[in-house]
């Protein structure tokens, strides 16, 4: 995808109209977890910060939703993927455009990425 967008909003805009339902409630969900995430384009994808650092990023695709939670954020929740049957690597995880957002768990993704963060800084 060229990169013809400068924000979010923008990026978003760029997917059919099922992919951009998923993107938001995705974004929703991210955003519910603090005032202080901020939103920022990150490697051509949306992303947000926290307390300044990189976070998490996302990405749509015809078929699934990207999350980027980076190796920790797979690692610590690499049982609950196998359990959904997620397809996921290293950094990236899957989320198949066809079935609900795992709401719950991209929370605790979120949580659990904050607290990563907190504890770096300490």
Known sequence: ???TFTNIDEYILLFPQEVQEK????RKVIHSQ???LEEYIGYQMPAFRYKGKPM???AGYKKH???YPGA???RQFEPDFKEKKYKFSKGA????ITEDLP???IHQIVLFKMEEIEQKKS
């Not at 993107?23 to 995705?26: D, N, Q």
């Not at 995880?93 to 198949?96: A, D, G, K």
Request: hydrophobic share 50%; charged share 20%; glycine share 12%.
């Open 34 to 36: 603090g005032s202080e």
């Open 72 to 74: 920790e954020g797979i």
């Open 103 to 105: 709401l719950d768990l």
């Open 23 to 26: 993107l938001l409630e995705l």
């Open 1 to 3: 995808m060229k990169n």
């Open 93 to 96: 995880l899957q989320l198949p």
């Open 56 to 58: 998490i990023y996302f």
């Open 65 to 67: 939703i990207g999350l």
